[in-house]
Nanobody, 123 residues
Framework: QLQLVESGGGSVQPGGSLRVSCTTS????????IGWFRQAPGKEREGVSC????????NYADSVKGRFTISRDNTKNMVYLQMNSLKPEDTGIYYC????????????????WGQGTQVTVSA
């Protein structure tokens, strides 16, 4: 079964930084567009950022533009989301997902998902 694995979540104070990572041992990520999504308590999952298979194209939700940076290292089969200037509203479970054909922030466009990693921003 194809599945992604997220890591790097944790607790941080407002204004702090975290980097979450996404990888898999089961297939090559370089063939896939990768998206990062998050789900806050009591809210629907939302798209945060995405990166094309080559890494040449990226997109961000308005709420994270200028604070988050998505990147990938296809030689290491890794995708990263660097999160700076974190706010309490960034709290949630962060998921990465892979799409063979789509480059978007829409959850329905992604076929392969990870289990998520918790990010908590609190004083």
């Amino acid at each position: 079964q194809l599945q992604l694995v997220e890591s790097g979540g944790g607790s941080v104070q407002p204004g702090g930084s975290l980097r979450v990572s996404c990888t898999t041992s089961r297939f090559s990520l370089h063939d896939y567009n990768i998206g990062w999504f998050r789900q806050a308590p009591g809210k629907e999952r939302e798209g945060v950022s995405c990166i094309s298979d080559s890494g040449r194209s990226t997109n961000y939700a308005d709420s994270v533009k200028g604070r988050f940076t998505i990147s990938r290292d296809n030689t290491k089969n890794m995708v990263y989301l660097q999160m700076n200037s974190l706010k309490p509203e960034d709290t949630g479970i962060y998921y990465c997902a892979a799409s063979w054909t789509r480059f978007s922030l829409l959850e329905s466009h992604y076929d392969i998902w990870g289990q998520g990693t918790q990010v908590t921003v609190s004083a």
